[in-house]
């Protein structure tokens, strides 16, 4: 199966996609999520925006005699083991709500068949990273 990587050389479509259908979260009702991270420094150096994929599960907290339920990112890519609150992850990765797709198992196993590539697989997000990238030395 090719693997559209619009990340320019990760492995994030592909690396979330095996966690979705993995069984390490399967009782989770994880999501899979194709979104746009970056427009920010880090380093010293920009960091365009570009497209990045991840899952994200609910599971219940507690805190003192109150439970609560929370949702976490999980990000396997590029060797990495991340896994924090989504509200971190967002603020770190300056992710908006807007530039952000969810999956289902269910229905990202039909995306792939149709597609035939892990991701992204919304035209939108490939526009707004071509965009960011043409306006950076990066896309030259």
């Known amino acids: 199966m090719k693997c559209y990587k619009m990340n320019r050389g990760g492995d994030c479509y592909e690396a979330a996609y095996r966690l979705l259908t993995s069984t390490e979260f399967m009782m989770r ?16 150096k920009f960091v365009p ?28 890519s590029n060797g990495n083991d991340a896994q924090m ?6 603020y770190f990765g300056c992710v908006r709500d807007d530039q952000v ?18 991701g992204p697989w919304e035209q939108e ?5 071509d965009k960011s990238l043409k306006e950076t030395s990066y896309g030259e």
């Open 29 to 44: 009702n994880p999501m899979l999520v194709h979104g746009i991270v970056g427009g920010f420094e880090f380093k010293g």
């Open 49 to 76: 925006q570009h497209g990045h994929a991840w899952i994200e599960y609910s599971e219940e907290g507690m805190m003192g005699p109150n439970t609560y339920l929370q949702t976490i990112a999980v990000d396997r």
């Open 85 to 90: 609150p989504v509200e971190l992850y967002y």
């Open 101 to 118: 797709r969810k999956y289902s198992v269910e229905d990202a196993m039909k995306m792939i068949c149709r597609e035939q590539h892990y």
């Open 125 to 129: 997000l490939i526009n707004i990273e």
